[in-house]
């Protein structure tokens, strides 16, 4: 046996190894459980015989923690076991490779789940700045940071409410994006420094006044213009799931409004930071980007598919 695959069997050995020490009766369900990064995760546990269920947590073999969730009740039937969940994202940052999700309750870990992250390459671009957007960017502002304190509670937020559990669909009915998930930006300010981030949702290359609609069911938790994002709506789905808008020319939904999905939120524009006239919408689960695609392509709680894993499967380890 060569060195590579001694290292390979002790890697997933030790992986594996939590979860012989748990309680064998637990049954979960993940979905998927081969994530890319930037994707959603899904985790859901039986709790007949289970008490106290808290977190997620997503970690490297290595121990480094990526991504963590607070569980919330998801059904709760005669003719099925009571079930919490908890949705978390994959970082987009993170490297492909073993990893696992620790099931936590008061009284320490439940149950260890294994999966692997799986391989994503993202596009790069290059944003130039004029003098105003410069400044807009790099000038200290107590208001911004006020702005920006207020929706990172917001999106830290655990809530109890499942507004909708089905698929969203786009806030604009056109195709053509000017920015993609994900993509490794630099900003090329006017002063000829740098910067660079990552762009945590897809822009939409519309024109100004195009309608913007909510992409699903939920409670419209911030409406208001902004400095940096400018006129911007956040709307609550489920609970740690959020949809945001941005650099809308107009907004014509209050906060604390209930909306459905195609519910008119306003218009796109080109406030706050923008170089143009267009739609940013972008997916947070429990405090960390998702890739909004994903969200389209699939529900992020289908009780149907998890309930089919937890009754069918024994437990795995």
């Known amino acids: 046996m060569t060195i590579q695959k001694i290292i390979l069997f002790c890697t997933i050995f030790c992986l594996y190894l939590p979860a012989w020490a748990q309680n064998t009766q637990v049954r979960y369900a993940i979905i998927p459980e081969n994530p890319v ?11 007949s015989g289970v008490k106290d269920v808290k977190t997620a947590t997503l970690s490297t073999i290595k121990g480094k923690k990526l991504a963590r969730a607070l ?17 978390l994202a994959v970082p987009n940052t993170a490297e492909a490779g073993f990893a696992s999700i620790s099931i936590e309750g008061a009284a320490g870990v439940i149950q260890e789940i294994p999966l692997v992250i799986r391989e994503r390459k993202f596009n790069s671009e290059t944003v130039e ?46 195709t053509r994006r000017t920015s993609f998930f994900g993509d490794r930006r630099v900003y090329q300010y006017s002063n000829g420094k740098t910067d660079t981030t990552i762009h945590a949702g897809i822009d939409y290359g519309v024109p100004t006044g195009t309608p913007v609609r909510a992409c699903a069911a939920g409670k419209v938790i911030l409406a208001k213009p902004r400095i940096v994002t400018g006129n911007s709506v956040v709307i609550e789905h489920a609970p740690g799931i959020y949809s945001l808008y941005y650099h809308m020319s107009k907004i014509v939904v209050a906060e604390g ?46 009780k149907e598919a998890i309930l089919a894993i937890i009754n069918n499967e024994t437990t795995k380890n």
């Open 37 to 47: 990064p930037g994707e959603p995760v899904t985790v859901a546990i039986d709790t």
């Open 129 to 174: 700045l004029n003098e105003a957007l410069t400044g807009l960017r790099v000038d200290p502002d107590p208001q911004k940071t006020k702005e920006a304190e207020r929706l990172w509670a917001i999106l830290n937020t655990t809530g109890t409410e499942i507004y909708t559990a089905g698929a969203f669909t786009p806030p604009v009915t056109s």
């Open 71 to 87: 569980f919330f009740k998801l059904q709760s039937d005669a003719d099925n076991p009571p079930v919490m969940a908890a949705v």
């Open 257 to 302: 409004a209930m909306v459905q999905a195609g519910t008119l939120l306003g218009e796109s524009g080109s406030t706050g930071l923008a170089t143009g006239p267009h739609l940013h919408w972008e997916i947070r689960v429990s405090g960390e980007s998702a890739d909004p695609d994903i969200c389209i392509a699939r529900p992020l709680l289908d």
